[in-house]
C-alpha cells in the first residue's frame, strides 16, 4: 500500500523559511511524478510544485523563485523547500505521487495522497 506522510509545518513570520518533507513508502516506480499541493480555507486546492521521475520540475506562479521542490531518492523522501514566506502562503500542504510522468504539473491531479500538514504564516 502507497502511503505518504508528511512533516515539517508549523507556524513561522512572514519573510521566514520552512522545509516541508514526505516520506514515501510502497512506492518505488522507475517512472513518477511528485508534488506538492495546498489548499487554504474557504479556498480550492492548488498544485505549488512537481517533479518528475527524469528530474524535471513545475511551479505554480504563485511560488516561483520562492519554493524549491527536490526528492531524495535513498530515504524516498520528497521535500519542498519555501522561502521568503507571505500569509498567502497559508494553508494545508499535501504531499501527493502518481506512477505517470507524462502530466506532471501543479495543474494536474495524483492518484495518491498524504494526510496533510499545517503550514501558516503570520504578518
Known amino acids: 500500500e502507497v502511503q505518504l506522510v508528511e512533516s515539517g509545518g508549523g507556524s513561522v513570520q512572514s519573510g521566514g523559511s520552512l522545509r516541508l518533507s514526505c516520506a514515501a513508502s510502497?512506492?518505488?516506480?522507475?517512472?513518477?511524478?511528485l508534488g506538492w499541493f495546498r489548499q487554504a480555507p474557504g479556498k480550492e486546492r492548488e498544485g505549488v510544485a512537481t517533479?518528475?521521475?527524469?528530474?524535471?520540475?513545475s511551479y505554480a506562479d504563485s511560488v516561483k523563485g520562492r519554493f524549491t521542490i527536490s526528492q531524495d531518492n535513498p530515504k524516498n523522501t520528497l521535500y519542498l523547500q519555501m522561502n521568503s514566506l507571505k500569509p498567502e502562503d497559508t494553508a494545508m500542504y499535501y504531499c501527493?505521487?502518481?506512477?505517470?510522468?507524462?502530466?506532471?504539473?501543479?495543474?494536474?491531479?495524483?492518484?495518491?495522497w498524504g494526510k496533510g500538514t499545517q503550514v501558516t504564516i503570520s504578518s
Open positions: 517533479i518528475a521521475s527524469d528530474g524535471s520540475t
Open positions: 501527493a505521487a502518481s506512477k505517470r510522468d507524462y502530466a506532471c504539473s501543479p495543474r494536474y491531479g495524483m492518484q495518491y
Open positions: 510502497g512506492f518505488t516506480y522507475s517512472r513518477y511524478c
